[in-house]
Nanobody, 122 residues
Framework: QVQLEESGGGSVQAGGSLRLSCQAARVTASSYCMGWFRQSPEKKREGVASINPYGGTSYADSVKGRFTISKDNAKNTLYLEMNSLKPEDSAMYYC????????????????WGKGTLVTVSS
């Protein structure tokens, strides 16, 4: 059973930075697409960024140029570096995974973590 556990959320002022991590268990790096999603009380869940087994990445327009997704296959860890944070980035952030070769940022995922909360104050 795939397990995903997020960490790194917190409170930050607008313009600040955070790095989210997702520790993955039983995920084969060569077979899985992984991604970050977010959901706030005002919005439905939305895709933020994804990375495929070959390292190709995809981003939502709202985070392009500010967020960077990466992974460390040796550590089975997915990251999301978030810079120039805005209040509208406040949300619960979820790590997700699916067996796929290619995936866009809003791809349907099969496995989900429990989330980590990001709060950006103005």
């Amino acid at each position: 059973q795939v397990q995903l556990e997020e960490s790194g959320g917190g409170s930050v002022q607008a313009g600040g930075s955070l790095r989210l991590s997702c520790q993955a268990a039983r995920v084969t790096a060569s077979s899985y697409c992984m991604g970050w999603f977010r959901q706030s009380p005002e919005k439905k869940r939305e895709g933020v960024a994804s990375i495929n087994p070959y390292g190709g990445t995809s981003y939502a327009d709202s985070v392009k140029g500010r967020f960077t997704i990466s992974k460390d296959n040796a550590k089975n860890t997915l990251y999301l570096e978030m810079n120039s944070l805005k209040p509208e980035d406040s949300a619960m952030y979820y790590c997700a995974a699916v067996i796929a070769s290619l995936c866009e940022y809003d791809y349907d995922m099969d496995y989900w973590g429990k989330g980590t909360l990001v709060t950006v104050s103005s």
